[in-house]
């Protein structure tokens, strides 16, 4: 089992930047593929990006070129640099860990924080 807890949310304007964080604990971590989504007001929750346990990283189109993945295994944290923002980023945004590779379905990742808001302002 993991836990994880993200952090980073808040206000920007368009075209600023935030970083996200998942602080994870559980001994499974560094072995687990990761990923964030984010669920907009009113909307079904959305694949963001995912990584794996050997460091392959992949993005929805929406954020590709704007938005990196990564991870300090040593630190148990996962990281979302989120640039050039724009108000349609504007949501919940969760990190979660699983076993399945590669998976840009929410059904595939077991365990999940309890969500940063990010707001996006015009």
């Known amino acids: 089992q993991v836990q994880l807890v993200e952090s980073g949310g808040g206000l920007v304007q368009a075209g600023g930047s935030l970083r996200l964080s998942c602080a994870a604990s559980?001994?499974?971590?560094?072995?687990?593929?990761v990923g964030w989504f984010r669920q907009a007001a009113g909307k079904e929750r959305q694949f963001v990006a995912g990584?794996?346990?050997?460091?392959?990283?992949y993005y929805a189109d929406s954020v590709k070129g704007r938005f990196t993945i990564s991870r300090d295994n040593a630190k148990n944290t996962v990281f979302l640099q989120m640039n050039s923002l724009k108000p349609e980023d504007t949501a919940v945004y969760y990190c979660?860990?699983?076993?399945?590779?590669?998976?840009?379905?929410?059904?595939?990742?077991?365990?999940w924080g309890q969500g940063t808001q990010v707001t996006v302002s015009s």
């Open positions: 990584l794996t346990r050997v460091q392959i990283t």
């Open positions: 559980g001994r499974t971590f560094s072995s687990s593929n």
């Open positions: 979660a860990a699983g076993t399945k590779v590669a998976a840009r379905s929410d059904k595939d990742y077991d365990n």
